[in-house]
C-alpha cells in the first residue's frame, strides 16, 4: 500500500509567495529572482513531503496564481488581447491574472470563479480557437525535471481536459465536440513531452464528474478520453476525482484505460463506496482512496477510515490500494507547529496539512497492523473534542433547537416596511452607498499588528482606527453618497473578526489559506458552541453615525458566511451551527438598533458557496436552513430599520427565489463582471437592488459615461424606485486614490440619471 495527496498548499507557511509576487509587482524584485524564489519554497515543501514519508508527490499543483490559468498557459488558451501586449512570458501570465492598465494599454483580467463549493478562485480561462499546446519553457517541464533532480518519486498534476473545457468560456464559434477532439490532441502532445521524464503516472483532475452530468455530458467526457488513452506515450493515467461522489459516471469509468481513479471518501465518501460495492473495481488498476478530509482540519478518526479501509479490502487487494486525500490540502493551512499561542489541548485536535501527511503514513501502517495504543489515544482526542465543557452552552443549544422549531418570518410586510423606513430615512431617487470597506492600507495593517504584538496599547490603536473613520465619513460627505459606512477598518478579515469576538471560535496565528492570486484567509475555527458575550460592533459604527447626520450603515457578516467561511467542527449539524450563528448576529442587530442605527447589512458573501454540487440536495440540505438562519438574525428588527444583505461572487440566476426568501429591504449584488447578464435574472427582485456598476477587483477607475451606460442598462431592466448604486463589493483590496475618483464617478453618473428622470 502506497500513500500520496491530491495536492499541497503553495503561499508558504509564512505567506513567503504572496510577498515575493506582491514585490515582483511593485518592481521590487526581478522576473529571475521571482523565480529563483518561487522554485526554492516548491522544492523545500516537496522534501518535507518526502521526509514525512509521503510515497508519491504531486508536482505542478505548484502556481504562481492559479492552475487553471497554468492550464490556459500550457494550451496556449491566451486571447488576442493579452498576446498583443507584447509582454514577457510571466507578464503576460499576470496580466491575464490580474489585468494590464500602463502605458495606454488596457486589458481586463480574466474572470475569476469560485472554485466549486470552496472559498477559493479560479481564473476562467477563455477559449478564442485552436489549442497549441507551448511546450516550451513552460513550468510543467521544469517542475518534472527538477523534481527528478531530487530524486523524488513524483507524479506531475493536471487539470483534466473535461474539466478544463467545462469550466473555461467558450469564445470561439467551435462546437463543444470540435473543443473536445482539439483539446484531447492537445493533451496527447503534453503526454508525449512527458515520455521524456521518469515519472509513472499523469494525473487528470476531474473534479466536474462529481457533478451532476447529463447524458450529453457523458458522451463529452467519453469522447475526450476515448482519444487520449487510445494515445498514451508510456506513462499510466490517474483520473483524480474529487469534491464529492461520480454517480452519473462510475460504471463507465471504471470500463475506461485508466492506469488509477482517484475518489473522495469524505465529502460523497458513503456513496462512492456504494458505487465501489456495487459495481466493483477494475483488477490490476490503482485505487487512489481520498481517506484524510482535505477541506476540514480536524484529526482523522482513525477507527473509522479503519472501517472504511476494511470495506474497501473486500472490494479489492491492498497492492491495489494508494492512501490519500479527499482533494487537493490546497484548502487548509500549512501546519499546526507554526500555531505558538494555541493550547495544546486545541493543537492535539488538529491536522493541518503537513500533520495531514503524518497521518497518511500512520493509517497506512494502521492497516497492516493495529496498533491500539495509537488507535486508543486518537479515540481519546476525538471524545474529548466532542464533550469539551470549555464550549459547551446548554442555554444557545436550547435556544437553536426552539428557533429551528419556529416559523421566522419579519412583521410586516416589505410593503409596509418600505412606507416606514423611506419616511425615517428620506432617502433620494436612485441612492448611492458603498459596500462596507474601504481601502486597508499598509498603515491600518501594520497599526494592528503593532497592537497584536503589544507595541500599540488597545487605546492608541483606537484611536488611530477612530481617526480613520473619521476621515472616510468625511470623505463619503465631501462625494455626496447618501448611505455612509465606517470602513471596516478595525477588521483584519469580514469573518475572522467575527470569530475573534464571538465564543466557541478558536483562530490561528498562521493558519492561511489561499482565497485567490496572492490573496488569502485565515478561517476560524468552530469548536464548540457559539455565542455572543458583548456587542463588539456598536462602538465603531456608533462612533461613525455621530459624525454625520447622513445614515451610516451598521455593518455585520451573517451567519451563513461566517459558518462557511470557518472550520466546522463535524459533531453537530451544520444547519444547528449557522442557527447559533445566527442568535449572536441577532442580538448585534438589536443592538445597534437600540443605539440610533437606522440601516443593518447583514452580509451574506458565501451564501451560494456550498450549495451543495448536486441540485436535488439544494434546498432540504442546504438553503432551507441557510434561508431561516439569515431570517432568524433580522425578524425582530423594527419595521423602519432597512436590513441590506450583500453577496459577491455569484451566479444567483437559479437561486432567486432564494434571495426572495432572505427577506432582506436591500440586495446589493456584483454585477459589473457578469456583463450585467444577471439584469434580466433579477427583473422580477420584489425589493431594494444594488447591482455593482463596477468591478472593485481592478485599479481601473470607470468613467462617469461609462457608469451611466450601465445605470441606463439597469434602469431599463429594473424598476427603478427600488434601484440603488453601489460598487460591485467591498473595497478593502483597493488603494484610496482609485477609490475615490470611482466612487466620485460613480456619484456623477447616479446624478445624472436622476436629472434624466
Ligand atoms: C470578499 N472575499 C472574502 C472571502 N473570504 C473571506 N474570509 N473574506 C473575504 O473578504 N472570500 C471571497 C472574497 C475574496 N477573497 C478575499 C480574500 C482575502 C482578501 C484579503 O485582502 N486578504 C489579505 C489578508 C487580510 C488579513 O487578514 N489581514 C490581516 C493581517 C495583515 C498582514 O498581513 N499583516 C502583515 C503586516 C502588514 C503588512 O505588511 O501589510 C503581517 O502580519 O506581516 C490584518 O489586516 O490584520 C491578504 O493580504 O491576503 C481579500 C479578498
Ligand atoms: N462588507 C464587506 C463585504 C465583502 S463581501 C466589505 O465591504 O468588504
Ligand atoms: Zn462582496
Known amino acids: 500500500m502506497q500513500t500520496t ?15 515575493y509576487t506582491e ?23 516537496w522534501l518535507r513531503q518526502k521526509e514525512k514519508g509521503l510515497d508519491i508527490i504531486p508536482v505542478n499543483d505548484f502556481s504562481l496564481y492559479d492552475n487553471m490559468l497554468d492550464m490556459a498557459f500550457l494550451l496556449n488558451v491566451i486571447p488576442a488581447r493579452y498576446r498583443e501586449l507584447g509582454l514577457s512570458a510571466l507578464d503576460t501570465y499576470f496580466a491575464l491574472a490580474r489585468g494590464h492598465q500602463k502605458d495606454g494599454q488596457d486589458a481586463r483580467a480574466l474572470k475569476m470563479r469560485k472554485w466549486f463549493n470552496t472559498n477559493y478562485h479560479y481564473l476562467v480561462p477563455e477559449i478564442e480557437a485552436g489549442f497549441k499546446p507551448n511546450l516550451q519553457n513552460n513550468k510543467l517541464f521544469e517542475e518534472c525535471a527538477a523534481a527528478e533532480n531530487l530524486g523524488l518519486n513524483y507524479r506531475p498534476a493536471l487539470i483534466g481536459p473535461y474539466t478544463f473545457l467545462r469550466f473555461s468560456l467558450n469564445k470561439s464559434a467551435q462546437s463543444l465536440d470540435a473543443l473536445a477532439d482539439e483539446l484531447a490532441a492537445a493533451y496527447s502532445q503534453i503526454f508525449s513531452a ?9 494525473q487528470l483532475d476531474e473534479p466536474a464528474l462529481a457533478l451532476d452530468l447529463t447524458a450529453d455530458d457523458i458522451v463529452l467526457f467519453e469522447r475526450i478520453y476515448a482519444r487520449l488513452l487510445a494515445e498514451k506515450h508510456g506513462q499510466k493515467i490517474l483520473l483524480q476525482t474529487y469534491f464529492g461522489d461520480i454517480r452519473d459516471i462510475y460504471t463507465r469509468v471504471i470500463t475506461l484505460d485508466f492506469d488509477a481513479i482517484g475518489l473522495d471518501l469524505v465529502e460523497g465518501g458513503q456513496r462512492n463506496l456504494e458505487l465501489l460495492e456495487k459495481y466493483g473495481f477494475p483488477a490490476g488498476k490503482k485505487l487512489q482512496a481520498g481517506l484524510v478530509n482535505g477541506k476540514n482540519i480536524w484529526r482523522n478518526d482513525y477507527q473509522k477510515s479503519l472501517v472504511m479501509l476494511n470495506r474497501l479490502a473486500k472490494i479489492l487487494p491492498q497492492e491495489q490500494l494508494v492512501l490519500s486525500t479527499s482533494c487537493s490540502l490546497l484548502h487548509v493551512p500549512y501546519s499546526v507547529r507554526y500555531e505558538q499561542k494555541l493550547a495544546e489541548k486545541y493543537k492535539q485536535r488538529l491536522a493541518f496539512a503537513e ?60 410593503a409596509a416596511r418600505q412606507t416606514a423606513q423611506q419616511k425615517t430615512l428620506k432617502l433620494p431617487p436612485l441612492p448611492t452607498t458603498t459596500i462596507g470597506s474601504f481601502p486597508q492600507t ?20 483606537k484611536k488611530h482606527i477612530k481617526e480613520k473613520i473619521k476621515t472616510v465619513i468625511a470623505r463619503q460627505e465631501e462625494l455626496g453618497l447618501d448611505v455612509l459606512v465606517h470602513g471596516e477598518y478595525e477588521r483584519n478579515d469580514m469573518v475572522e473578526y467575527f470569530g475573534e469576538h464571538l465564543q466557541g471560535f478558536v483562530f490561528t496565528e498562521n493558519g492561511w489559506v489561499q482565497s485567490y492570486g496572492t490573496r488569502g484567509v485565515k478561517p476560524p475555527l468552530i469548536f464548540g458552541d457559539v455565542s455572543r458575550p458583548a456587542a463588539f460592533t456598536v462602538e465603531w459604527i456608533k462612533y461613525a453615525q455621530s459624525l454625520t447626520a447622513k445614515p451610516v450603515k451598521g455593518m455585520l457578516t451573517g451567519p451563513v458566511t461566517i459558518l462557511n467561511w470557518s472550520f466546522p467542527r463535524e459533531d453537530i449539524p451544520l444547519a444547528e451551527i449557522a442557527c447559533q450563528i445566527a442568535l449572536a448576529i441577532q442580538a448585534e442587530v438589536l443592538d445597534l438598533e437600540k443605539n440610533g442605527i437606522k440601516i443593518i447589512q447583514i452580509d451574506e458573501a458565501a451564501l451560494r ?5 448536486r441540485r436535488a440536495d439544494w434546498q432540504k440540505d442546504y438553503l432551507d436552513w441557510a434561508v431561516k438562519a439569515f431570517r432568524l438574525t433580522h425578524y425582530l428588527a423594527r419595521p423602519e430599520t432597512q436590513i441590506h444583505t450583500h453577496m459577491c461572487y455569484s451566479e444567483f440566476e437559479d437561486i432567486i427565489e432564494t434571495l426572495k426568501a432572505l427577506d432582506a429591504d436591500v440586495l446589493t449584488v456584483e454585477a459589473a463582471r457578469s456583463n450585467l447578464t444577471l439584469l434580466s435574472a433579477l427583473a422580477d427582485y420584489d425589493k431594494g437592488i444594488g447591482p455593482g456598476v463596477y468591478d472593485i477587483h481592478s485599479p481601473r477607475v470607470p468613467s462617469v459615461e461609462e457608469l451611466a451606460d450601465i445605470l441606463r442598462k439597469m434602469r431599463a431592466r429594473l424598476d427603478i424606485a427600488k434601484l440603488w448604486v453601489n460598487p460591485d463589493c467591498g473595497l478593502k483590496t483597493r488603494a484610496e486614490k482609485e477609490t475615490l475618483a470611482s466612487l466620485r464617478n460613480m456619484v456623477a453618473a447616479a446624478a445624472m440619471l436622476r436629472q434624466e428622470n
Open 5 to 19: 495527496i491530491v495536492g499541497y498548499p503553495r503561499i508558504g507557511a509564512r505567506r513567503e509567495l504572496k510577498k
Open 23 to 45: 514585490q515582483y509587482f511593485r518592481a521590487e524584485i526581478t522576473q529571475a529572482e521571482l523565480l529563483l524564489s518561487a522554485a526554492k519554497l516548491r522544492e523545500a515543501q
Open 194 to 202: 512527458l515520455a521524456a521524464y521518469n515519472c509513472a503516472y499523469v
Open 355 to 414: 500533520e495531514k501527511l503524518e497521518e497518511l503514513s500512520i493509517l497506512k501502517n494502521l492497516a497492516i497492523n493495529p496498533d491500539g495504543d495509537i488507535l486508543r489515544r486518537n479515540q481519546e482526542i476525538i471524545l474529548a473534542g466532542q464533550n469539551d465543557p470549555d464550549f459547551l452552552n446548554t442555554q444557545v443549544r436550547e435556544q437553536a433547537r426552539q428557533s429551528a422549531a419556529a416559523e421566522i418570518v419579519r412583521q410586516p410586510d416589505f
Open 442 to 461: 499598509p498603515e491600518v495593517r501594520e497599526w494592528r499588528k503593532a497592537y497584536k504584538q503589544g507595541e500599540l496599547t488597545a487605546a492608541e490603536y
Open 609 to 613: 458557496e456550498k450549495l451543495p454540487l
